[in-house]
C-alpha cells in the first residue's frame, strides 16, 4: 500500500489531496530506503516521492520537503 496510506493508519497527518500524482500535495523527500514510485504527472527532483504514488520495498526514512 502506499506511504499516504501507511502514513493515515498511524494517525500521522500530511497535505494531500488527489490521491492520484496530479495536485503534488504529498511531496515527501526520501532520506533513505527504497520505494516503487508509480508513474504521476508532477515534476519531482531527485530524492522527491509522493506518498499517494509510492510504496515501500525496504524500511524507509522520510521528511517533509522545505518550501
Keep these: 500500500q502506499s506511504i499516504l496510506t501507511e502514513l493515515e493508519e498511524h494517525n500521522v ?6 490521491r492520484q500524482g496530479h ?6 523527500q ?3 530506503g527504497d ?9 519531482l527532483s531527485q530524492g522527491e ?7 515501500p520495498i525496504t524500511d524507509i526514512k522520510i521528511g517533509l520537503r522545505d518550501f
Excluded: E, F, Q
Aim: hydrophobic residues 45%.
Design 30 to 32: 526520501l532520506l533513505s
Design 13 to 18: 497527518v500530511i497535505n494531500y489531496s488527489c
Design 35 to 43: 520505494v516503487m514510485h508509480k508513474d504521476c504527472l508532477v515534476p
Design 49 to 55: 516521492i509522493l506518498a499517494c504514488r509510492a510504496t
Design 23 to 28: 495536485c503534488g500535495s504529498c511531496v515527501l
